[in-house]
């Protein structure tokens, strides 16, 4: 009994040190060729006013797309019970408020996930005209989340590149930033196995 539950001990210490790694390899890319879209992963909004943490990836998205690295931005997330605003109306709206023009925008309103959010992106991307190749596409969101998030986006067929906010109140202290790592480390986990997330 004592050697499995040493053996068990040791995998899942095995799985922390793979997927920390994987998670803090990913944190310092920064990648931005030209592209179709950024997509904006969608956070918090409050009746409407994105929070700190969704600011900070909408204030690095309108920098790269006054940069010109796409022509799109997009700007994805559902809502939670009770909400009468969508992450990505949200987000929507704050960047049409700061001179990005709505020609400019797509917006995905009903994901809740990860990969919901990079999902309905494509959907989005693909109703909004035809293309003669696969898409590409920049990803925002925080620092830790760049691993999964650009993974799940190639698993759907998508050519993905990281570019994370680094402003971002997640990013701020130690203790938050690792238990940011530690969470992803889990989420990781939970796509594996279940496929999405």
């Not at 920064?30 to 600011?55: F, M, N, T, W």
């Not at 204030?59 to 909400?83: I, M, Q, R, S, Y």
């Not at 293309?131 to 190639?154: C, E, G, N, T, W």
């Amino acid at each position: 009994m004592r050697r499995i539950l040493l053996g068990l001990l040791v995998l899942v210490l095995a799985y922390f040190a793979v997927t920390t790694f994987l998670v803090a390899s990913w944190m310092g890319k920064d990648e931005r060729p030209p592209a179709d879209a950024i997509v904006v992963l969608g956070a918090a909004q409050y009746d409407g006013r994105p929070s700190a943490i969704y600011r900070a990836r909408l204030e690095h998205a309108v920098d790269l797309w006054n940069a010109k690295v796409a022509p799109l931005l997009v700007f994805t997330g559902g809502k939670e019970p009770g909400d009468r605003f969508t992450e990505g109306g949200s987000g929507a709206r704050w960047a049409i408020g700061r001179g990005v023009p709505a020609s400019a925008t797509l917006v995905e309103e009903s994901s809740r996930t990860t990969y919901g959010n990079l999902a309905g992106a494509k959907r989005a991307l693909e109703a909004s005209g035809p293309r003669d190749r696969r898409l590409r596409i920049i990803v925002v969101s925080d620092p830790f989340h760049m691993y999964r998030a650009v993974k799940q986006a190639h698993d759907l067929g998508l050519d993905a590149y990281p570019s994370p906010t680094r402003t971002s109140p997640l990013s701020a202290s130690k203790l938050k930033l690792t238990e940011s790592v530690l969470r992803e480390d889990l989420a990781i986990g939970g796509y594996v196995i279940g496929g999405s997330g």
